[in-house]
């Protein structure tokens, strides 16, 4: 019995060391980031690629069929089951990366297919430090290794890095590191820190587009701060930023005759927002899945793609104003809570994923409500950061992926809001010891 005990306390002051030490706590929660999303990823198989029906097609879906269009030679083109040429519908920085690895180890290979996966465990796991440092520099050092320790056992960050091949463990950290770098300049504003946020800003845009709003509560904030002395940071910013996306956005405009990161918006409002659903993405409306549409676009072009699909839904909109104000409320309820007001067959209401996609969006807001509270100003930015990164896809489709991207934010401020509970619950324990020890003493001197 005495042995067991010892043995305890060794483990928890192991622990406790751990915890205090933080190269060693920051060291400790990737390696166990990595071990729970490699495990995944080989228990499930999920590098097999299964039925070559589709031509593996689900192999990277569109950043797959991209990737081999370059790898073999083809250009920046043909996303589709079928060829359609030149297209602008993901970034360009995730297919080049696959299109690298393809190069090495094969096109639609099981080799391909794990390293793929091993290099977003891999990121996935490195979100973990991001996640600490936002935290520790908006909400404190307890906070942010919480939150980097609840990132590591995240089952929806473990479901995506492990078993699909996309870019959403890299948004999941470049959200986290943008945070962060950001904060730093909202502290203390700089030129040169201002111009490698906007090549970090330019990178993130180049991979996933919406990442960029997130920069829009910062830049607000540091104008109310700074006044004038942020303009200059400001501008310095948007000049890198400006530099390194020119190059895709001039590759665009002479293929599609405009300047635009993305052209997909048209499709996936269309895909969303129609007569067969009350929100939900109607997947046999996607040309991935029909071979008519798939045609269409290849008959067409991209562009004239695009604009039928705007045509069809300027039409929808139009002549169905109440059902699209419906489908919109429907996608923010299931945004925030994982829950569907008028579910479908497709799209049920599963209470797994309601419970946990709820009680992580009620925390992460509880703990900006208490920052707001406390007087803590960075509140207000990670508010703004939850009020506007969502938006497009209120009016699109909402995934589960969509919601990947901000959790980093709502698992720092939800850890906060732990931490503030705990915090709290301690000082009433304290409370309520010293008025008993209190009551005590004035009972043993009156005896």
């Not at 996309?166 to 820190?193: H, Q, V, Y």
Request: hydrophobic share 50%.
């Amino acid at each position: 019995m005495a042995g067991a005990t010892k043995s305890s306390n060794r483990i928890e002051l192991a622990i406790k060391n751990i915890w205090e030490n933080t190269s060693a706590f920051l060291t400790s929660v990737f390696l166990l980031a990595l071990f729970l999303r490699l495990g995944v990823m080989v228990a499930t198989h999920s590098y097999h690629l299964g039925n070559s029906i589709d031509d593996y097609f689900g192999y990277g879906t569109e950043m797959g069929r991209v990737a081999r269009s370059l790898a073999q030679g083809q250009g920046f083109s043909s996303p589709m089951p079928l060829p359609t040429g030149p297209t602008a519908i993901v970034g360009p920085i995730y297919p080049l990366i696959l299109a690298l690895i393809f190069k090495i180890f094969g096109i639609y290979t099981v080799s391909s297919a794990a390293v793929i996966l091993g290099l977003q465990c891999v990121v996935s796991s490195l979100t973990c430090f991001f996640i600490y440092l936002c935290g520790r520099d908006s909400v404190g050092e307890a906070a942010g290794k919480l939150a980097a320790l609840v990132w590591a056992w995240f089952p929806l960050n473990i479901l995506f890095s492990s078993t699909r091949i996309w870019e959403t463990s890299t948004s999941g950290m470049l959200a986290a590191a943008l945070c962060w770098c950001m904060l730093s300049l909202f502290r203390s504003p700089s030129i040169w820190r201002a111009t490698k946020i906007g090549v970090l800003l330019a990178i993130s845009a180049l991979i996933n587009t919406s990442l960029v709003v997130l920069a829009v509560p910062f830049v607000v904030a540091a104008i109310l701060k700074y006044r004038t002395r942020s303009l200059l940071p400001i501008v310095a910013a948007g000049i890198s930023f400006g530099m390194l996306i020119s190059p895709w956005l001039l590759r665009n405009h002479h293929q599609f005759g405009k300047f635009m990161l993305r052209s997909n918006f048209p499709l996936e409002f269309r895909v969303g927002n129609n007569e067969l659903t009350r929100g939900q993405k109607v997947i046999d409306m996607h040309p991935a899945r029909s071979v008519a549409l798939n045609q269409q676009w290849h008959d067409l072009g991209e562009k004239r793609f695009m604009e039928e699909q705007s045509a069809l839904n300027a039409r929808y909109v139009s002549a169905h104003r109440r059902d699209f104000a419906f489908s919109v409320v429907n996608r923010i309820v299931n945004y925030w809570t994982g829950a569907w007001i008028a579910p479908a067959p497709d799209y049920p209401n599963l209470l797994g994923t309601i419970a946990g996609i709820s009680l992580l969006s009620l925390l992460g807001f509880a703990g900006v409500y208490k920052m707001i509270s406390g007087g803590n100003s960075v509140g207000f930015i990670y508010l703004g950061c939850f009020a506007l990164y969502p938006v497009v896809y209120y009016l699109t489709t909402s995934q589960p992926r969509f919601y990947h991207t901000i959790a980093p934010l709502l698992v720092i401020s939800g850890s906060f809001c732990l931490v503030d509970m705990v915090k709290k619950l301690r000082s009433l324990r304290a409370d309520r010891d010293n008025s008993k020890s209190t009551f005590t003493k004035r009972v043993s001197a009156v005896v």
